[in-house]
Every structure is written in structure tokens, then in C-alpha cells.
């Protein structure tokens, strides 16, 4: 039987998952996976949560779902692929069809023939660029090692002082981890204005923002890493930004990551710099010899049709499928990604797929989106925790963008998010996720559940009869600037506007929605009217019969008082 | 400004939904709802939940999320509906365009004119019809007075043997409720010989089985109610079937509903009388000045094709939503359903989508169904519970058909399902599903999450990679048939074999995977052999392995140990 080489560089999720999968298709084929760590195949997206204490143990990281280690035996017993750890790849001759790898043991070197190479180099933290980054403890925390390292010391007390710079998903995540079960004292540095930027529109990223704050992580927005340096007697570093200086025993920096790309350029393929090493739908590079998949190479964003930088760790199993199939003869293919997400923070879930707003902005197009907050599941069985999300979709062709949401029950929201993901896989519109056909019973969904109510909301803001503002709007405009012809119309019962009556005065005038068609009189014609109830709902059934009174100075306050007191805007109880 | 006046015919979920949909849209238009019962829009979907003491008070069935009920006065304040309760539409006039209606509280008749019906009349239970099936306490527990007088006779102590009537959703659910909270001795009894038919295949219909069982319910398959009677001195009836007598206090009747089309076809509406009352896309009836919709209207199954009969509230939601839409001149389409369902009973959670297997050969396709056990997020995070899912595909076009599971996590099953019903919406193919991009972090999915991973196996299966057995085939290959020549290959730990080893003896061979290929010598050639492991992972691995040497004679068990034990198929510990 015709045996084939295949080299595999990198052995972490996809070069671990090619090789699977190709010695199961193609069992007398020779399999090598080059790895420059001492471990292979671990669960890096675990770390956050290791270093919280939610996972007890660093082996789980490195174990099968029943118990086996992934070590270099699993792998040549269990499967059957030979691993070269602590062994770089040097370079590619795509002439000679070798690999020279160097293994780091003995400095010794050695060509590898192939047939096929897998790039499975991934990605690589971004490095801050300041005085003082060399520095020991400052860290990007992404290898196993410094995981247990900053671990050990946040357990023994040694750490009571953390600055985390980037409060991307998983600067957020380390932030709440040294936070939560550790007590240190934790500051999140991030140079945008806001949490979560590029993941999350500012309506649910100030929800997370608030969370991390009321669990006690200090954020510092729009603020610029200027030097780290050596601290005084009490702690090891200082972290000087533009405006601040804040003293700590430890940085860790998590400002994302970007591709690994050095041995495909070295190699002369095709390779987009910042997106990484581009491939076709069968995860070919332009030399069909050569496969990437996974943070190293570029991926196809389907909703823009862009070329982007997109690393997941169930991303590199999928791909590791398709390029496994594709190398043993098959011919399966990989369209391209739309970007879901997920993580937590405390005892909070966020998760989002597609588009935000602003990049759907970004792309030129005319979106809307539908802040929509509703119960996980029906609201006469106990329990239910409120789902806020929200909806992004193209005014013209009612096209799905995007969603995004934050939840106490994770699993509810992952299920939602999940499924509008594979709407926007199908490129499906509005409608479809307005009939979208939810498995639904009272203990798990609401029976219009909130991902029908979502397209449901962003329908009528395209029909322009829900005209409503953000709670960002709402703080600019009521609080802030807060001109003399704008008032509040609460439309809710008397007794949860009562402390808002009581506080804001003849600002906020309440009269309940289910008694607003026999109080027209009461309503004034010269005032900027905005409604609010406590998710938006009766709001918007307010603003429809004002509007058929002729009122034409009211909008709506999407995601109603709850949005406003989960994002912390509005603290009146 | 123009007004119409609009009859809605039923005020349950579908009826308030339109109406109020349509108010928001069309203020000026007179709607008028007509409602035999004297509750409306209440949440029927709760009531084996009330019954379970899940839910604490019926009233939570009967208001809005925001606490306000769902009366004649709410609608008609809040909502300016007219609400006509105790009130039974008689007759449709389509040439005068009149409804006439009686009031039951006076038995006066009334002609209410017409611009456009609302067919809302939903569905009403099947009922038994067999000799007793009149006698009191044989109720369908349909109406929130009936769930009201049972709760109130159970949580009194009054009823302590109860007799369920047809394991389908509402059945099993019944059944479950008077067990579990109410501690009553409790039989289910069906006609199929499975609990659940067509809702599951048999795999998941025995996990569901066992469950119930686990829990006190007795369960009588295969049996057909003969006679209800008045029983003894202790229990007010007994149940005659072929093959047993049960004494009981009380028969709670689920035999499934059937649409209400009496006035349709009075009125001359094209009406399929076991499906519904026959609508276009629009959801208008043959009659485009009335529309029809939920449990009366006939749907189209987007999988097969065909008419069905299908009644669920939170389609009637949907579909409210688009009658509200189209009457106020609108253009919202309804394409059809898939199908989805859930349910919760004791602690298990089952849901579902699409077609079964047995539905998918029914309708003349040659399917494959993939049953694949996984962990709901990652297993080294705390607390991961398993899904049990069954993936069913066409061979031929591998298009997905549906989806079954079931889990102790309802939230994280039902968000599977749901995505599975997005991409069955739009016809997607098992590829997509292996790509679906949920969004995934280790606290709620699993880097390949179990819809991937079901794909994955699907595809082995269509592929001839992965042939598999399912749990009720290894019961009667093995434990019941017991061939000489058939024995078990179990690729798990020793630990995890040995007490199989010790039962079985030399029909269990142990050779863990991880070091199958030293071993080969071990493996009978002359046996047919069932590869098995805890899931199916490593057996199918281990089958690949024995092809490549040669063996043609072994298969995999689908879902592994973790399947049968949870099935109750196998009991060894």
C-alpha cells in the first residue's frame, strides 16, 4: 500500500486533530508533529479558568475526556503519529520537499522528507511595546509553565497586587480570575473607551464593565501604557500610563494575538501579514502541498466576504477535520468562519457572533440593531435570569449581521448565540430568525423565545414604527445633558416609578402603559418624550399609540430599565 | 382614517397574538376576540408543571412577564382589544361577512360583522373511546380548572394512584409530575412500544424510559385501554387494558390533540381534516379574508414536504405575528416548520427536531443516524453533564433530517437542538453542521462541541468509515441471541473492563485502544466482535484500526457503555 510523509508543524489543537483524523483515513501513512513546547494538544483556552481555581487541576488541560493524558505515548500508542517535542522547524524546501527541524535538546538537526506539511503554527501573543515589557513579571500567561508559575504564587499570597493591560475577551477573563478566588487587587488597562472593543457594540460591553467593576477589578479605558518599571519596597512593578501609575507585583499583558507566519513566508507562500497565511476553501496554501488552518492562517469572513485574523480553539478542530479529510483524498471544504465567541467573567456569560454594530458601520452598510432583554426561559417558572442581547442586522436586504449577548446562564445564551450563528452561516434574513423554530418548553424558553422577539424588534425599528434610543443615548441626553423639553415617560406600574418620580421630579412622569389610552391629555405636546418600562416592551407599545395621536416627539429606550441598571447608567433603586 | 373591524375566533396564544400585533400596527381597527373558556392567552404549555409543583401558583400561568394578568380587562386597557369570554362563534356567514356568536351566560345570539377572521381555535385533545372514558375523574387536565381541582385533590393527599393515559410529551410529563412531587404511585400506559413515538427514536425513547422508571413511574407498553370502570372500596375507577387491570384514583388522558376545524368547514374552508384547516404561506385560509393559524391550521413540514398536523404555543407566536402582519397589510410569509419540541421530566431534559429515523424511512429516504454521547462543556471545567443526541441525515444528499437528545443540562440541549433546527430551516447538509460555529468557551461547550462531533460521526457513517450498532441492537445480538461466535472487544481502561470481564468471561475481551495496535494477535479472527468504549470515541478508533489489519467482522456499539447503562440496557457496575 502507497505510504505518504506528512509534517506537522505544531502540535497544539489542529496539528493534533490532522493527525487524528488522517491516521484514522489513511492508517499506513507516516505521521510526524513537531512541537516546540515540552507539552502538546492542551487545552489553552482553559487557562483563564485554571488560574480562577473554576479548574482545579492543570493535568485537566492536558487530558482526553476519559482521563488519558496527551502525551508524547498517547499519541504514538493511541494513534499512532510520531511526536518530535522541543523540536523547531526550521524551514521548508518546497523543492527538495523536506522539513529541517532543529530539536532544542542537542542543538542537533535533521531533514524531514514530506510528502504533505501541515502549518499548524497558530498564533503568537502581541507583545507590548514598551520600556520595561522585558521585565520579569510581566507575562502574556499563554504557555502551561506560566500558568502554573503565576498560579502558585497567586495561591501562596505572594500576588496581591495584578495589572492587566487589554481588556480584550481574555484580558477581561485573567482580570476576573485574579479578582475572584485570589482577592488580589485587580486593574484592567485598555486603551479603547471601552470593554470587549471589536466583540461587543457599548451597550453590553458597559454590562460587562459594570460586572467587573461591582466584583471589584478596577478599569482604566482609554489609557495608554506608557513604561513598566521597577516598583518600590512594597511591589515589584509600576505600570505608568498617560494619565495613571498604578503599583503591582504582576502584568499580565493581553493584547491579542496575531498569526504565525515566519516559516510559510520563509517558504515563499502566500501570506497575508496580518491576517495570516492564506489558503483556499480546502485549506490549501498556494502551494497545494502545503495546508494551514487554524491562528495561522488567514480566514474568510463570510458576512463581509474580508480576509481576517480569527483564532478559536474550536475553530482549529473543524479546520484540523477538513485539511485531515482533504490530505487522505477527500474533498471537503471550510467556507469560512463568522466569528463566535464566548467566555466568563465572575459569574457572567458573554457571547456573540458576526458583526457588531460598529464593524457593520465599518463596512459601510446601514445597520440596525435591536436591543432586546428577555428571560431565559418562561417567567412562571422559577428561576429565570435575563438574557440581554443584541440584534445587528442590514436595513436594506433585512440580512442577519450579527448578535451579542450577556447572561447569568451561560448555557442558555451560548444556545442562542449559537443558533443565530448558524443562521448567519446560511446568510439567512430577519424572517428566518423571526420563525426560527426554537426546541421550546417553560423550564429552558420563553415561548416567544428572545431570539423571535430579537428579529421581531429589529422588523419594527426597520418599518420605522419602534423608534428608540441606546442606554448610551439615554445617559447622554437625559443625564448628561439633560436639556429643559426632554422628559421621561414611564410607562410602568406606579410602584416601581415611584423612586424615579421621587428623584428626577417633573422629569419623569409616569403613567402606566395599560391606562396611557384614556390619559392622551396628560402626556405633553412640547416636550422630547422618552419612553421607558423595564425591558422595552410596553415601551414600544406606548410609543405605537402615542404615535397614533400624533405625538411625533417620543422614542423608546431599548432594553428598558433593566439595560440601564445593568450597565450601571442608573442606580436609583 | 380607514377602520376594519376584525374577528378573532379563540383567545388562546395565537388569538391574543394576533390581536395584539395587529392593534400596534393598526390602532384604528376594531378587533374583537371570542373566547368560549373564561381565561384567555394562559400559558397551557405550563400545566404538567403546575401539576408538578414546578410552578407554585396557576395565576403565573395566566400573566405577562411583568406581573400583570392576562384578563379581559388587561386587554382591553392595555391592549384596546375587545374581549368577548363565555363566548361560543356559532357560524361564519362569508357572503353577508358576519360571525354570529352565542353568549353562554344568557344564550343570547349576536352577528358581530366582519372585515377579516381570525381562525384561532386551536386544537382539543384526543379523546379515549373506550367504555368509562365518560366517567369523572378521567380528565385531559386541558384547562386550568381541570389543573387547578387535580392540584388541589393532590396536594391534599386525596389521590394516591394515578393512571396516565399515552406516553407522548404531555404524558410522560403528567406522569412525571404526579410522581415526583406528590410522591403518587403512578402507571403510564401505552399503546407503541416505546415511550415517546415518533418524537424519538428508540435509543432515546429507552433513556427516557429508564429515567421515569428510576423514578417510581411504572410503564406499561404495549397495551390498549379496554375499559375504565368504577373500581373497589380504595380507588374510585380501575383500567381494564389487554393485559392488566390498575386500580386508581384518578386517569389523566395525553392521547395527543387534533385541530379544531368545525367552524372551518362549516364555513366551506378548504380543511384537511386530520392536519388542519389548509393556509398559504401568508397563513390566509381559501378564503383570503380569513386567516388560520397554530393548532387548526395545517402545517408544511419543511422536511418532507407534507401537510401535517402540528401544535405547539410557541409557533403559535410566530405565527400570530404574521397574521397580525399580513391582516394589517403586511407581507409576512410563514414557510413552514421543522417540527421542534422539548420537554422536562424529573430532571431530564428532551428535545428535538426534524425527523426521526423511523419517520425519515417512512418517508421512503434511506437515512443514517448518528447517536454520539458527549460531555456539555469541557471535562476538565466542574459539573459537565452528558448529552445524549441522535443525529439523523440522508445518505444520499446528506442533508440533515433532525435531531433528538436528551440531558440533565435543558439549557445546553435545548441551544443544540435549536442550532440543528436553524440549519434544518434553511437545508443545510451535514457539512454545514460540522462547521457550525457555536460560540464556544470550556464553561459551556466543548472545543468540538457534540454538534460538530455528531456530523463528524454521520459523515464516518455515510462514508463506510464508521459502522456502528445501536444500543437495542447490541441488547438482542448480545445479550439476548448470544451467538458463540460474537463477542465484545472493550477498548476501555482495565479498570473501567473488569467488572464486564469478570460477568461475561470469555464473550469480553479488554484491550485498551492505547495499545490495540502491539495487540493485534489477541483478536479473534474468527469472531464477530462489538467494539465498545465508554462513548463510541475509542471504539471507532479501534475499528479503524482492525479494518487496516484486515478484520471485515467487527463493529462499533453507537454511544457507547454510557448509552446502554443510561438506557438500563446494561447494568454491570
Redesign the interface.
Known sequence: MATKNVVIIGGM?LGA?VACRLK??Q??WQVTLVEQQPDIAY?S??IP?FLAG????LQ??M????H?VRSTN?FE????VRIKIRTVALAIDRQAKKVRVCYLDNAQEEELPYDFVVLATGSQPVSLAVPGAELSDVSAVSTLKEAREIRDRLSRGKITRVVVIGAGLQGCQLAAAASDLWGVETSLIETSPQVLPGLLDPPLARMVQQHLQERGVEILLQETIKEIRPGGADHALEVVTGGSRRATDLVLTALGSKPQTKLAEQAGLLVSPAHGIIVNQRLQTSDPEIYAGGGCAAQLHLITGKSVYFH???????QG??IGTNLAGGA????G????????MFDL?V???GLTLAAARQEGLEPVAALVV???H?????QADLIYLQLVADRQTQRLLGAQGVSH???????????????L??G?SL??L????????????????IV?AAA?TAENMVAG?NQAITPEEFQRLFLEEAPDNLMVLDV??AANAAPFVGYFKDRWLNIP???L??RFSEVPRDKRLILV???G??S??AL??LQ?QGFTNAVGLQGGIASLKKAGLLTIT
Chains 1, 2 share one sequence.
Open positions: 489543537t486533530k484514522r483515513l492508517p499506513h487545552a483556552c482553559g479558568y473554576d479548574v482545579p487541576e485537566g488541560l487530558t482526553t475526556s476519559f488519558m498517547f500508542n493511541a494513534k499512532d478559536e480553539v474550536s475553530l482549529a478542530h473543524r477535520r477538513v471537503a471544504l471550510f467556507p468562519i463568522v466569528g463566535s465567541f464566548a467566555g466568563k456569560a457571547a456573540g457572533t428577555q428571560q431565559d418562561a417567567h412562571f417558572y422559577p446562564n451561560g448555557d442558555a445564551l451560548v444556545g442562542r448565540i449559537s443558533s443565530i450563528a448558524a443562521l452561516q446560511q439567512a424572517a428566518d423571526a420563525n426560527l423554530e426554537m426546541a421550546s418548553t417553560p423550564p429552558f424558553t420563553t415561548a416567544l423565545d423571535n421581531n414604527y410602568r406600574g402603559q395599560e391606562t389610552r384614556h418600562c423595564n425591558a416592551l410596553r414600544y407599545e405605537r399609540q397614533t
